[in-house]
């Protein structure tokens, strides 16, 4: 399928079906995804439904991992309008400098919230929706997230940075939350 095909699909497509987020501690999160070898139409249909599947949550970051698809794929949009999706196929990160706290939350964790300390300022390299490559410098909440999202992408989850018994604690509480039907208007909170 031609990329022009491919734009003219993307366009005519009015809704994409929402994708179902794995929660924690799923052992699915652990798994190490895969290499894209081809950016092909499949995978720009993944991005696109990984998107609809991202502001719908809402959230403003999500990697393939979460939606059990175990791929080197992620989305992000940390504008404030939800109007600068930004795509990342085979992330790598060239440099990090610098130490940053932030408060990171996960839509695989929901509710939870918690100071997660990370390189400031990073150099990364990725492909696009398209297939081109391209290399950006990241500062911020976006350098936070594409850290994040990255991790996901090696079965990491921002939690594996705080304690064992915060850890453990946010891991019965998120347990309980499940068992008791995933209530989104009823999330876990931080222990
Ligand atoms: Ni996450």
């Known amino acids: 399928m031609s990329l022009l095909e491919l734009a003219f699909e993307h366009s005519s497509e009015p809704v994409v079906s929402l994708l ?9 999160l652990r798994r190490n995804a895969a290499v894209v070898e081809n950016v092909d139409g499949t995978v720009a249909s993944l991005v696109d439904q990984m998107l609809e599947t991202m502001y719908a949550a809402p959230g403003i970051g999500l ?25 990342f196929i085979n992330p790598e990160i060239l440099t990090a400098e610098g130490e940053e706290e932030m408060q990171e939350g996960c839509l695989s ?15 990364v390299a990725a492909i696009d929706r398209e ?16 850290q994040h999202e990255i991790d996901h ?19 019965k509480r998120m347990e309980k939350w499940i068992r008791d039907g995933a209530n989104p208007d009823d999330l876990p909170e931080r222990p």
């Not at 059990?68 to 989305?75: A, D, E, G, T, Y």
């Open 20 to 28: 179902d987020i794995l929660y924690y501690p799923d052992a699915q």
């Open 63 to 87: 990697a393939a991992t979460q939606v059990n698809v175990h791929q080197r794929v992620m989305v992000i949009d940390v504008s404030e309008e939800n109007d600068t999706p930004q795509t």
């Open 109 to 123: 964790i929901p509710g939870v919230y918690e100071t997660v300390k990370r390189p400031a300022l990073i150099r």
């Open 131 to 146: 297939g081109n490559p391209f290399e950006m410098d990241a500062d911020g909440l976006l350098a936070v997230c594409i």
């Open 153 to 171: 992408l090696n079965g990491k989850l921002f939690v594996d940075y705080l304690s064992p018994l915060k850890r453990n604690r946010i891991r």
